[in-house]
């Protein structure tokens, strides 16, 4: 079972467009991590965020913490086909160990 | 400063064999964690090694195992592949508990496909 669901599986826009991506639980996190995958690498991380209603800026990205910490939203403004990639959230609780979202696989075109 | 590094790269193995695994993390970390990346399933983690003691285990059959070394390198095996087992196979180290609250850096993965 997979704790936290991302939507959209996939998405295919243009350069220049917006976008958010979702990620959601029906489980209670401690802090929430996006990464971002190329393919062939590892995952990069992209922003941890922990306080409920959190909201951080990364250059044309915005990563938002729900107020009950259980989802997570990421807003790209102004795409870029340097942003295609496969974008994860993963969520930790005590234990040392993510859990992950399935991602949500961007591609933008030019 | 080097990041994780995973070792080999890729890897083709029989069903039946076994197999293992490296990661060097960077230098300093001492947790090491190791995840599990199929199409499937997506990312499953596998198991966490803080100064060569498992702190924790996923939910894998017996068959995956691990070990971490004084010097912090980490090695996971894998004991009569199956094709299913055929994935990335993840490391990621963070600075003890850290990586929970600041975040993981992970290594590039081993491919391993079981034929």
């Known amino acids: 079972t997979q704790l936290l669901e991302q939507s959209p599986q996939f998405l295919s826009i243009q350069e220049g467009e917006n976008l958010t991506v979702y990620c959601n639980s029906s489980?209670?996190?401690?802090?929430l991590q996006w990464y971002r995958q190329e393919p062939g690498e590892g995952p990069v991380l992209l922003v941890t965020v922990v306080t409920g209603g959190e909201v951080k800026k990364l250059k044309r990205l915005t990563f938002q913490f729900g107020d009950a910490r259980k989802d997570s939203s990421l807003h790209i403004t102004a795409a870029q086909p340097g942003d295609t990639g496969l974008y994860l959230c993963?969520?930790?609780?005590?234990?040392?160990?993510?859990?992950f979202g399935k991602g949500t696989s961007l591609l933008v075109t030019p | 400063k080097a990041g994780v590094t995973q070792t080999p790269r890729y890897l083709i193995k029989t069903r039946g064999q076994q197999v293992t695994l490296s990661c060097s993390p960077i230098?300093?970390?001492?947790?090491v964690s190791w995840y599990q990346q199929t199409p499937g399933q997506g990312l499953q983690f596998l198991f966490e090694?803080?100064?060569?003691?498992?702190?924790n285990k996923g939910n894998f059959p017996g068959r995956f195992s691990g070990r971490q070394f004084s010097n912090s390198r980490s090695e996971m095996n894998v004991s009569t592949l199956e094709l299913g087992d055929s994935a990335l196979y993840l490391c990621?180290?963070?600075?003890?508990?850290?990586?929970?609250?600041?975040?993981?850096?992970f290594g590039s993965g081993t491919r391993l496909t079981v034929v």
């Open positions: 489980s209670v996190f401690s802090s």
């Open positions: 230098s300093g970390h001492r947790s």
């Open positions: 993963a969520g930790a609780n005590s234990g040392y160990a993510l859990n």
């Open positions: 990621a180290s963070s600075l003890g508990g850290t990586g929970i609250r600041y975040g993981y850096t």
């Open positions: 090694y803080f100064s060569e003691t498992q702190r």
